[in-house]
């Protein structure tokens, strides 16, 4: 990841050396930052789970999110000066738990059913990256 940034750092210091090296600097942080936002919110749901009365089983569901993801800043071209735009890409997960009773369902270990690849696109404004 470091050397795509540093990639495309050097691509934007042609445009703007100020704004790319700001950008390029605060970017790393901007994806950790989310990325935590994203365990923090996948915590949550574990502790929101509803729960499905299937007669001889009781199932529960809920999303979470990979740990791998990718971090990518970009050039938005259009714009004139071109400005960075950075992109996150990650695996949104829904897991579901299952038992014969509430409480087995709640002890037993999630397993993946669905997995949905995600991508985030975030510009940069005013020195700060936005959502």
Not at 66 to 87: A, F, I, M, R, W
Not at 99 to 112: I, K, L, N
Request: hydrophobic letters at 35%.
């Amino acid at each position: 990841m470091k050397s795509r940034l540093l990639a495309i750092t050097l691509l934007l210091l042609s445009a703007s050396p100020a704004l790319a090296e700001d950008a390029a600097a605060a970017f790393g942080k901007f994806c950790e930052e989310w990325m935590q936002k994203l365990e923090a919110r996948e915590r949550r749901n574990t502790t929101i789970i509803k729960w499905e009365d299937k007669g001889t089983t009781v199932l529960g569901s809920y999303v979470g999110y990979s740990k791998q993801h990718t971090c990518e800043l970009k050039e938005n071209k259009e714009n004139k000066p071109p400005v960075p735009v950075g992109k996150i890409t990650y695996l949104e997960v829904r897991y579901e738990k299952a038992g014969a009773t509430q409480e087995e369902a709640e002890r037993s270990q999630a397993r993946p059913v669905e997995t949905t690849e995600v991508t985030e696109i975030f510009r940069y404004a005013k020195g700060v990256w936005v959502y």
